[in-house]
């Protein structure tokens, strides 16, 4: 592969330098980091975001464990951030968002954040962050006592500020996100409990609703984990809990079933076939022979929804592409992969910045549909950084075994 071949390790790495200067942009200097528009500037009109400020401290920790230089001083302002801007220091746990002053909008604790707090905590201790120790210790008590649901076997989605009420509805996807954290925490606390809960988690989202459903996963429940197909119809484009099958989760899931697999001594045989069923369905449901780009949404037989095209939905298509070639030496996952990555090159990366254009039309033009803005690094950082690494261990627990 030659050195300027988009996806070569050679253009990953000047690529992923790009993102990260772009990225730093975010760092504010009063506390955490800012959503980032089109041109890196803050937006003023949003909050400081949980989500975003845990990716952003993951994606330092791992840049500083990848020897990026001058990475360390914002995973550690990004660790501050975690344990003092937006922690409940009354009831413990984090808020989902605060205001520029601290203060927290919408008090419910919520799985999809806690989930990326936990994620940063441990990729930020085996980086070695100040005070990432500290950080890891409270997020893994805290999700393991608050979100695991050991009768359902899953998490919970949303519960009070107080954690006296747990709201009725379930999700994928904050379960999805809670399997990648729950991997790379069993790796750096050497606690097997995570990655059994982690197993946990896909016999039943996967095993179970998403074999039952043609391998489109179902992605809302109600209190009783029953499928909820219809959630959503009249908001399609939601950008957490959009109607319909989501390509790029089958994608995603894929990618973390083959790194569960890789993980264990003696994985069940269905988890690598589940994740070629799910990344062989989501190529049926989202690729066309002219045409670049997978879409955001279809419904229950296949059909495209929401058209806008997402920079996540490509970096998690060649993750598990690669993924899947180096569990089963398939060139059809290779050849697919290196589809994408010229795609990315030509479409999805704002060469002017850096950054990747988070949303496109299906025109290929830059759209805000559902997204606006490029707050995000954490899925393109990803896919420029794992191509080169083993399946198992976590990225962060192989980067910091250093060479």
Not at 4 to 27: M, Q, V
Not at 65 to 82: F, I, R, S
Not at 94 to 118: E, I, M, N, Q, R
Not at 331 to 344: G, H, K, Q
Request: with cysteine; proline share 6%; charged share 20%.
């Amino acid at each position: 592969m030659s050195p300027n071949e988009p996806g070569s390790a050679a253009w990953r790495e000047a690529a992923r330098t790009a993102l990260l200067t772009f990225a730093r942009r975010s760092r504010r200097d009063a506390g955490g980091f800012v959503w980032l528009d089109d041109a890196g500037e803050p937006d003023p009109d949003k909050a400081l975001e949980l989500w975003i400020n845990a990716r952003m401290t993951y994606v330092f920790s791992l840049a500083h464990l990848a020897g990026e230089p001058a990475a360390l001083p914002y995973a550690t302002h990004g660790v501050l951030a975690l344990s003092t801007l937006f922690h409940d220091d009354v009831n413990r746990g984090w808020f989902d968002a605060v205001d520029f002053s601290g203060t927290p909008g919408d008090t419910t604790k919520g799985c999809y954040g806690h989930a990326f707090v936990l994620l940063a905590a441990a990729t930020s201790a085996a980086a070695g962050v100040e005070g990432a120790g500290a950080l890891l210790t409270e997020a893994t008590l805290v999700h393991g006592q608050r979100f695991w649901d050991s009768s359902s076997g899953r998490c919970f989605e949303e519960i009070s500020a107080d954690w006296s009420r747990v709201d009725g509805y379930r999700g994928a996807n904050s379960n999805m996100h809670t399997v990648e954290a729950y991997l790379v925490a069993a790796d750096v606390t050497g606690n097997d409990l995570w990655r059994d809960r982690a197993l946990s988690i896909c016999e039943r989202i996967i095993g179970i609703h998403a074999r039952g459903h043609g391998w489109r996963i179902p992605e809302h429940y109600d209190h009783d984990w029953t499928p909820i197909p219809t959630y959503n119809r009249e908001q399609p484009a939601d950008p957490f809990r959009p109607y319909g099958a989501t390509p790029g989760h089958a994608f995603e899931w894929s990618r973390l079933l083959i790194q569960l697999a890789a993980s264990l001594e003696s994985p069940p045989a269905w988890l690598a076939d589940a994740a070629e069923a799910l990344f062989a369905q989501a190529v049926a449901d989202t690729v066309s022979d002219d045409t670049p780009g997978l879409s955001y949404t279809t419904d229950w037989h296949g059909e495209t929804v929401v058209g806008e095209l997402f920079h996540w939905v490509m970096a998690e298509a060649v993750l598990a592409a690669t993924a899947l070639h180096a569990w089963s030496g398939k060139d059809s996952y290779s050849t697919l992969a290196a589809r994408w990555w010229s795609e990315i090159d030509e479409f999805f990366i704002d060469h002017r910045t850096g950054a990747w254009h988070h949303e496109l039309s299906p025109s290929m033009s830059p759209s805000s549909r559902t997204w606006r803005g490029k707050p995000d690094a954490y899925h393109a950082f990803n896919a420029l950084t794992f191509p080169d690494l083993p399946l198992t261990p976590s990225v962060a627990l192989t980067l910091g075994a250093g060479p």
